[in-house]
């Protein structure tokens, strides 16, 4: 880190401010504190509370071995910072260096990080998604209500989704004992993320634990009683569904319409970066006051070909807040890029799912461990002959092999023979993602590069 008087003026005098008080928020500030700055910080959040974890949400919290409101990020240090809980960011001067906020204050910053995360994706039929039981699952609120209403003993609970939070969801509601049907327009449960190979497992998984896993539909209207709470849901291939809870799980929008006219390079797809996470201005001039972090970045991978990736991630949150707060204080020749490997975690029907590096760039996989009948395996997937990514279901501790060979750019198919690997004339098949032209629910990974081969994954409401 650099150490001469410019760094020196922004430990005494300077001003950060970091927008979005969630994890990534709560990690850079605490960075920056460790790192030395001293000067005014001030975080901004549009929820109510103070940073809490999110994935308990579908978890722990839907199975009653947590509480929503016991769900607080453990500190790491104190921030002494200003927190501004409860108001939303509404816009920013760049040129005035302020941000305004829904109270109409404005705060103003030397150095700005914007980290405002996603929201869930709601019901496209406004009156439709107010009907009583109804409900999206991201916030604590959300979680806290959606417990309340399981609580209450619905006779049947619909799933609209099958992407990761989706399939946790419905795994805690079986787990609960509730009927449970799942509508997922794409072939299989987690095909956006895993493919169709993968996705076919977690098809008969769910099967197996008592899901009415409906594939290859849309939910086209959920239909309400005379009191205005939900019914039923009419389905596209002409079948209707009954439920009294439904939960959308269509994915997720990035919080950066505040950021429209601002002049930042902001948009549905995030906020363009460096590979320091330094946001570009909508000329594509990186600026060097305004940095981004967590689910909102889109920053280009130098793993991954330099292709823009946003990584709806815990730990891409944490490792992106961290390497955004070093830049944030240091001079150019001593700023660092963010190079680590992705990594996602699910637990869904008894089972662990891990995966490392971008499977959804993979055109083919390998089974290298275990088998798909055993439900205990590893899919390495390959792209332009090498290994670009892993999962493992119940065989996480083979990942962090693969997570070196994903750094070394290694050759697919794997050269290596392991004890457990068939000799039987194995070889990778097409991984089986869907069209990206088409819409699927619940990838983790979005690409967004200029590769000629680029995959772009669009997410378009149900209609």
């Not at 549009?46 to 453990?74: C, F, H, I, N, Q």
């Not at 634990?209 to 205005?228: C, E, F, N, P, Y």
């Not at 004339?425 to 990838?443: C, I, L, M």
Request: aromatic share 6%; charged share 25%.
């Amino acid at each position: 880190m650099g150490g001469d008087g410019t760094l020196d003026r922004l430990k005494r005098k300077g001003r950060i401010v970091v927008v979005g008080a969630s994890l990534a928020g709560l990690r850079a500030a605490e960075t920056l504190r460790d790192k030395g700055f001293a000067g005014s910080l001030t975080l901004v959040g549009d929820e109510p509370y103070e940073p809490y974890d999110r994935p308990p949400l579908s978890k722990g919290v839907l199975l009653g071995k947590a509480s929503a409101d016991r769900t607080a990020l453990p500190r790491l240090r104190n921030v002494d910072a200003k927190w501004r809980l409860g108001v939303a960011a509404t816009g920013l001067d760049m040129g005035a260096r302020r941000v305004r906020l829904a109270d109409g204050d404005e705060v103003p910053y030397d150095r700005l990080l914007i980290a405002t995360g996603v929201r869930a994706r709601p019901w496209p039929h406004e009156g439709e998604g107010a009907l009583d039981g109804v409900i999206v699952l991201r916030t604590r609120d959300d979680s806290a209500a959606l417990s309340r209403m399981l609580a209450a003993g619905p006779r049947r609970v619909l799933v609209i989704g099958a992407g990761f939070t989706g399939s946790e969801i419905a795994s805690a509601c079986r787990e609960r004992g509730h009927h449970v049907t799942v509508a997922e327009r794409a072939a299989a449960p987690l095909v956006g993320a895993l493919g169709g190979v993968v996705g076919a497992v977690a098809a008969e998984l769910q099967r197996e634990h008592g899901v009415d896993l409906r594939t290859g539909v849309m939910v086209t209207a959920l239909d309400g009683d005379a009191a205005g709470r939900v019914r039923s849901a009419q389905l596209s291939d002409g079948s209707s569904v009954r439920a009294d809870v439904v939960i959308v799980s269509l994915g997720a929008t990035r919080n950066t319409e505040w950021l429209y006219g601002s002049g930042l390079g902001a948009g549905p797809r995030g906020i363009a970066c460096d590979a320091g996470c330094r946001a570009f201005d909508i000329r594509g001039i990186v600026t060097d006051d305004i940095y981004a972090a967590g689910d909102v970045a889109r920053c280009p991978h130098p793993l991954f070909g330099y292709q823009f990736l946003t990584l709806e991630h815990w730990g891409n949150a944490v490792a992106q807040a961290e390497i955004a707060a070093h830049n944030m204080l240091s001079e150019s020749v001593d700023r660092v890029p963010h190079m680590e490997v992705p990594s996602f975690w699910s637990s869904q029907f008894g089972i662990n799912i891990k995966s490392v590096g971008v499977p959804s760039m993979g055109t083919e996989i390998l089974i290298t461990q275990g088998s798909l009948e055993s439900r205990r395996f590893v899919g390495v997937y390959g792209y332009q002959g090498r290994v670009i990514g892993a999962v493992g279901f119940d065989s996480a501790r083979w990942l962090p092999f693969y997570q070196e060979q994903i750094e070394a750019a290694a050759p697919f198919p794997p050269e290596f023979s392991t004890v457990d690997r068939r000799t039987d004339g194995q070889r990778p098949v097409d991984a089986d993602f869907p069209d990206p032209s088409v819409p699927t629910h619940g990838p983790t990974v979005t690409l967004s590069g200029y590769a000629p081969d680029d995959r772009r994954m669009t997410f378009v409401p149900a209609h």
